[in-house]
């Protein structure tokens, strides 16, 4: 119903900056709730980022003050822009969509992308 796709991943050195895209297509709605998700090896997937349809958006303790989540809803693109990286980022950053008000745990959410690799060297 909804197909997500992800961009802008790849290899930064510790402290640079990285901006993260997520193309929607189907059969979506501007009053979704959208979110950034993330996973390292060996590691649960973790909540990073979320937006919701007003434009209200929350954040991880390990995002707030480094991460800015934004949407544009005439493009249908979600965005993650990234700050002060750190290797402690490095992980498969994932775009999910959620059929109904903002949310921050994985299972709250009904789309998700394939993910986009992001490796922060030291």
């Known amino acids: 119903q909804v197909q997500l796709v992800e961009s802008g991943g790849g290899l930064v050195q510790a402290g640079g900056s990285l901006r993260l895209s997520c193309a929607a297509s189907g059969r979506g709605s501007s009053n979704d709730a959208m979110g950034w998700f993330r996973q390292a090896p060996g590691k649960e997937r973790e909540f990073v980022a979320a937006i919701g349809w007003t434009g209200i958006s929350t954040y991880s303790d390990s995002g707030k003050s480094r991460f800015t989540i934004s949407r544009d809803n005439a493009r249908n693109t979600l965005y993650l822009q990234m700050n002060s990286l750190k290797p402690e980022d490095t992980a498969v950053y994932y775009c999910?969509?959620?059929?109904?008000?903002?949310?921050?745990?994985?299972?709250?959410?009904?789309?998700w992308g394939q993910g986009t690799q992001v490796t922060v060297s030291s």
């Open positions: 999910a969509v959620r059929r109904s008000g903002i949310a921050v745990i994985t299972t709250a959410y009904d789309y």
